[in-house]
């Protein structure tokens, strides 16, 4: 009875969705108040009825309802209740259902936070999400229907989730990727919006830039949960694989990262405004480009979906459709478009354009490499393959300049400033930042490789540059008079300069070095003794295994103890490697256990990672400093600069 209460409360979403694109928009036609008025109410019904959807499919899988096709096929009796929660969008169906949530909930979040901008500006917004959940919701009702029944004949018991999936880290990374991702609908929504009315000044930025920081700072903290996940659960030590996937996710937040920058200049400076709507309509548009990738079968991953052609079909012509039309009323309303805040070369927007195209050229570097493979096959010429060191080179070269300018564009004025007044201090810094990098080497790894050298002056040179504004606006301004909006720029930038830190010491630095232990062994790698005390069986909810205790010692001092797992999961048949870490600020211990020998020996391997949780600390204050602009007081005070039109019949939808 619960999965029909679900599948009809879909089909009543659905009708909501219908609704929310047809009513405004003959609102706005006919310079109906009444109709215009019902969008936020549809978009709050929308949610409820998506929310209660959601709870539904949750409790078939908590109940062990099996006569529900997805729960059989996703889920087992003796799954732990958290990764049933977990297995209920493990699956395709379940994610898609999973993403209407999201999309819904930020509808209803534009509805119920939005009462201060005017009538039709949220009107046309939330039309145009309408617009967008009209295609989503026919597509999961027909083609992906998370409560299709097995009735009459059902198993006794289901199939088990993934045992990949089975991590805490499955539980929290979905739903923050997919509220970034859908998230960046929201920002889409804002410029279709402001290109439908042609009213394109500063304030539609100043109404866009809160949504998009939080959209942001969710895809920031969705990305670095993932890696962390993929880090500790696949057991092979890698933190970042250049997957296609992770491709996917990584696209729109580096259009998203280049937005929110040119949405402040479009807010503060009048310009950019035409780009800026462009960057809008791309990062939603790469976040569904992502969902065609991850769920239409065309690529094969640990993270990708198996599903049938059908849905790639039909999401790729939503693709087509959502672009396609965003892109085509964009081309037809640019010329509309005109920026009047002048400024000269040397000055702040010119340094914050050269930001975007350092981010823009990434992105198309992670999407030829991501899309070439796929297309070769495709056209019949072979299979290539483009992997880690495409990306690491081509990386390299933009970060470097990207990272440089980070530094020292917060110190140029607005619309003009002198370059000689640019000489002293950079140079200055730029000879600590070499200086204190090569010395941090030298002390700690005793050895000083380029890439690792370059890094770390670059993480200097961001601190030290962000350090010194800090200092002179403080002479200027008192601390606690700053607006939030300036402490997250600071944060945002000194986060990024950890993750380049991270990055190139634990890529330079990190060891590796597989070993055969017998019980009672020891054996000795990179400075600490490993001891192999004892193997002892490991007994869980639904799995069986084996764990190697393993003692650490350095110099004879005790460091850690660790439990190295390999289990075995009886209904999917499936073995797999549960890796042991003893985890500082500063460096990683990490510890695989492989299979038994012949000689009853068993093999493992070692890894020590220095400065790899820079990267995961690094994102988690970039995406706090996304929390920081939404926290800023201007954003709560909208009403005051929005200037409303004297006759809502005068404007064009």
């Not at 009459?152 to 990727?177: E, R």
């Not at 990584?250 to 960057?279: C, D, G, I, Q």
């Not at 990190?510 to 600490?528: A, H, I, P």
Request: one cysteine or more.
């Amino acid at each position: 009875m619960i999965p029909e209460l679900g599948n009809f409360a879909l089909y009543i979403a659905f009708g909501f969705s219908l609704l929310l694109s047809i009513l405004p928009f003959i609102g706005l036609r006919k310079s109906n108040m009444g109709l215009m008025q019902t969008a936020p109410n549809l978009a709050v019904g929308l949610f409820v009825f998506t929310l209660f959807a959601f709870l539904c499919l949750v409790f078939a899988f908590v109940t062990d309802d099996f006569t529900v096709l997805n729960v059989a096929q996703n889920s087992n009796s003796a799954l732990p209740v958290q990764y049933k929660f977990a297995a209920s969008f493990g699956s395709h169906e379940g994610s898609f259902l999973l993403w209407l949530l999201m999309q819904s909930g930020w509808a209803c979040a534009v509805a119920v936070w939005s009462k201060s901008l005017p009538t039709t500006m949220r009107t046309r917004v939330l039309m145009v999400i309408g617009w967008i959940c009209v295609g989503f919701y026919a597509y999961i009702i027909t083609v992906s229907n998370p409560f299709d029944r097995t009735l009459p004949f059902f198993p006794v018991d289901g199939a088990d989730l993934n045992p990949l999936l089975q991590d805490i880290g499955m539980i929290i990374h979905p739903p923050l990727l997919y509220m970034g991702y859908v998230g960046m609908s929201i920002c889409f929504s804002f410029a279709i919006a402001a290109l439908l009315s042609g009213d394109l000044d500063s304030t539609w930025a100043k109404w866009s830039r809160p949504w998009t920081a939080v959209a942001w700072g969710f895809l920031t903290l969705g990305i670095t949960i993932g890696s962390w996940w993929a880090y500790s659960e696949l057991g092979w030590g890698g933190w970042w694989f250049w997957d296609p996937v992770e491709n996917a996710s990584l696209m729109p937040w580096l259009v998203a990262t280049a937005l929110l920058h040119s949405l402040a200049v479009a807010e503060k400076r009048n310009a950019f405004k035409s780009w800026t709507v462009f960057l809008a309509i791309a990062s939603f548009s790469l976040s569904l480009l992502g969902t065609f990738l991850v769920r239409s079968g065309v690529i094969v991953s640990v993270h990708a979906f198996a599903t049938d052609p059908a849905r790639g079909v039909f999401i790729l012509v939503l693709l087509a459709i959502v672009i396609g039309g965003s892109l085509l009323l964009y081309s037809l309303k640019a010329g509309l478009i005109k920026s009047v805040g002048k400024f000269s070369i040397f000055s702040r927007e010119s340094s914050l354009w050269l930001n975007n195209v350092f981010l823009v050229a990434a992105t198309i570097i992670v999407l030829l490499g991501t899309l070439l493979p796929l297309v070769h096959k495709e056209i019949g010429l072979g299979t290539i393959s483009i992997g880690e060191p495409f990306f690491n080179q081509m990386f390299t070269y933009l970060i470097v300049p990207f990272a440089l300018l980070i530094g020292i564009a917060p110190h140029i004025r607005w619309k003009q400033d002198k370059p000689n007044k640019f000489v002293a201090t950079p140079l200055i810094i730029c000879l600590a930042s070499v200086a204190l990098s090569y010395l941090w080497l030298v002390v700690e790894f005793g050895e000083v490789k380029g890439l690792a050298w370059l890094s770390t002056s670059l993480f200097w040179w961001i601190i030290l540059f962000t350090a010194v504004e800090l200092v002179k606006t403080t002479q200027k301004v008192r601390l606690t008079k700053l607006p939030l909006s300036h402490f997250a720029m600071v944060l945002g930038h000194v986060g990024l300069a950890f993750v380049i830190a991270g990055v190139g010491l634990t890529s330079q630095y990190s060891t590796e070095r597989d070993v055969k232990m017998f019980v009672g062994g020891s054996e000795s790698f990179s400075g600490f003794d490993f001891k192999f005390v004892k193997l002892q069986d490991v007994k869980g909810p639904n799995y069986d295994g084996w764990a190697a205790q393993i003692d650490i010692t350095q110099q004879g001092q005790e460091v850690s103890t660790l439990l190295a797992e390999k289990r075995f999961y009886p209904v999917q048949r499936n073995t797999m490697t549960e890796a042991a870490i003893d985890a500082t600020f500063f460096r990683d211990i990490y510890i695989s256990l492989g299979e038994q020998l012949p000689d009853k020996g068993w093999a493992l391997r070692l890894h020590l990672k220095p400065y790899v949780r820079w990267f995961w600390f690094g994102g988690i204050v970039v995406a706090f400093a996304g929390a920081l602009i939404v926290a800023d007081k201007r954003y709560r005070q909208q009403k005051s600069s929005v200037r409303v039109r004297s006759s809502a019949a005068a404007e064009i939808v």
